[in-house]
């Protein structure tokens, strides 16, 4: 056998098995951390979360998008897909991007792998394409919860609004994961992945954060934050121009990853 001819998703399958475990624990959490707070929802009183939204500085309402928590859409956007969603699966997309190809070259695991009748370039194919599975797994346990719970809960929140959303949280954390993937990939080290992906992803929210405090526009425009929430998904439905860019943001960073991975020596 060649190394053209091992067979398709080897490399993916074997990841996402020895992911498992680690999926399933990261699933467990973000079905748990949701159903909490949307659970609370129909326990606080609407006119007192209103008054108490009305007491904060208007910088804090816009930075965490309280202006509009009384609403079951706005609650859960404020609280789960604004903030606890995107902190969580992001960690988690840095994590595993950034230990899917420099982490296990620095542990030689990856150099193992580059010996089998496997390329280099499907190998790091296979390897984005284990961390993008995850992600959507990890979205869609989110999702699935989110539905459940509006149901059972009759918060009038419309489910195509949640699948919206949903897919807006997907392409950003999947954005932030790549880039970490596509820096480890191209340095081959693991600690130049995870900087380089934090940043972006904490430029991302900074700017969506303070843009409209100070009143710069093009803060938000370049913000892929604002590309996912800035539109408010769970009201309003799909933002597909928001979309396009959230998507062109992996797309990007994965033909990068391709290019600088199969260009580098990876003897240094």
């Excluded at 999926?23 to 209103?50: H, K, N, Q, R």
């Excluded at 997907?170 to 993937?181: A, N």
Aim: some cysteine; glycine content about 8%.
């Amino acid at each position: 056998m060649t190394a053209h001819t091992a067979a398709p998703a080897t490399v993916t399958r074997w990841v996402m098995t020895d992911q498992r475990r680690s999926l399933l624990l990261w699933g467990l959490a973000v079905c748990a951390i949701a159903t909490m707070y949307i659970s609370f929802y129909p326990l606080m009183g609407v006119e007192d979360m209103a008054a108490m939204v009305d007491q904060l500085p208007e910088a804090v309402i816009n930075a965490f998008g309280y202006d509009d928590i009384a609403s079951p859409a706005g609650y859960i956007s404020s609280s789960v897909y604004g903030l606890l969603g995107p902190i969580l699966l992001s960690v988690f997309a840095i994590a595993t991007g950034t230990r899917l190809v420099a982490g296990q070259e620095e542990d030689g695991t990856l150099e193992l792998e580059l010996t089998a009748p496997v390329g280099r370039v499907q190998v790091l194919l296979e390897r984005l394409a284990a961390l993008w599975l995850n992600l959507i797994v990890l979205v869609g346990v989110l999702m699935i919860t989110t539905m459940a719970l509006v149901v059972a809960l009759d918060l009038e929140v419309a489910l195509d609004n949640i699948v919206a959303a949903s897919l807006g949280l997907l392409l950003l954390i999947t954005g932030f994961g790549t880039v970490g993937l596509a820096v480890g990939a191209i340095t081959g080290r693991r600690a130049l992945g995870l900087g380089a992906a934090a940043a972006f992803a904490v430029g991302a929210y900074m700017l969506d954060a303070i843009g409209p405090t100070v009143d710069l526009e093009w803060m938000t425009t370049a913000s892929p934050y604002s590309w996912y929430i800035a539109d408010r998904p769970l009201a309003t439905g799909f933002d597909w121009p928001g979309l396009a860019l959230l998507a062109a943001v992996p797309l990007v960073a994965a033909a990068v990853a391709v290019i600088g991975f199969n260009r580098r020596d990876l003897m240094t």
